[in-house]
């Protein structure tokens, strides 16, 4: 396979905005689709520019909702993965219910929500909670269950006790797996909030849209969902970020 230049390879994502820019922008146009139907990029641009103090407030608002509900999915996700991992017995009872936990829809739990806490920033927290936690302790706990047998048999025959078999070389080696699970769930955890701020909410991205959206403001809708998607690359890069600075160990060899 032809190797690109890491100068290229850092420009692809851009070419891929621009013509996906472009792409929207023509299609739209070529097709004469009503902007209150599906506007065009520049209709999305315009408001963008047009209403960036309400996008900027409401968004603040979807941010620092985002990242409290994800900061309580990795510690809760952290603790339960650790602690099922550790442990087969744990592994094997625990994983079919946390499987069908999972599959049941999280926007079913916002009325529940509402009801408990009333309308406002706590639905959204744990909505992005519940939605994100998942992925975290199904990463951790496969990391550290499927620890070489090998391994740890050569650990104990050193002397390794269980705990430290887990600290200095489970964990270590589950660090892969935790920082992947962290991209996927802070891509989720802008899902649920944005789903409950549409339902149970007076403020945030999803407020916006909603209210826009019931006004045909169509362009402000797409402007929210541009919003969204970049918050959600920020984060998303930062965890590569990070990733790549503290596994490294982990990647030497891959391009």
């Not at 929210?224 to 984060?235: N, P």
């Amino acid at each position: 396979m032809r190797a690109f230049s890491p100068s290229l390879e850092r420009l692809a994502p851009w070419a891929a905005v621009v013509v996906l820019i472009l792409l929207w922008e023509g299609l739209v146009r070529l097709f004469q689709v009503p902007s209150f139907i599906f506007p065009s990029a520049l209709d999305a641009g315009r408001a963008l520019i047009d209403y960036a103090g309400p996008i900027g407030k409401h968004s603040w608002q979807t941010f620092w909702t985002t990242l409290i509900g994800f900061g309580l999915g990795v510690v809760v996700g952290l603790a339960l993965g650790i602690t099922i991992g550790a442990s087969r017995f744990l592994y094997n009872a625990c994983y079919p219910l946390l499987v069908g936990f999972n599959a049941i829809p999280k926007v079913a739990f916002v009325p529940i929500l509402v009801v408990w806490f009333g309308i406002g920033s706590v639905p959204a927290i744990l909505t992005a909670f519940l939605i994100c936690f998942f992925p975290i302790v199904v990463n951790v706990a496969t990391g550290l269950a499927t620890l070489e047998p090998e391994m740890e048999d050569v650990l104990r025959v050193l002397g390794a006790r269980r705990i430290d078999v887990l600290l200095k070389v489970g964990l270590p080696r589950s660090l892969p797996y935790f920082f992947a699970s962290l991209k996927v769930a802070i891509t989720l955890a802008f899902v649920g909030t944005v789903v409950s701020e549409t339902v149970a909410s007076n403020q945030g991205i999803g407020y916006l849209m909603m209210s826009a959206g019931s006004q045909m403001r169509m362009g402000l809708v797409f402007a929210g969902l541009i919003v969204i998607s970049a918050m959600a690359m920020v984060m998303y890069e930062l965890f590569s970020w990070l990733e790549k600075r503290m596994t490294g160990w982990a990647h030497r060899g891959q391009r």
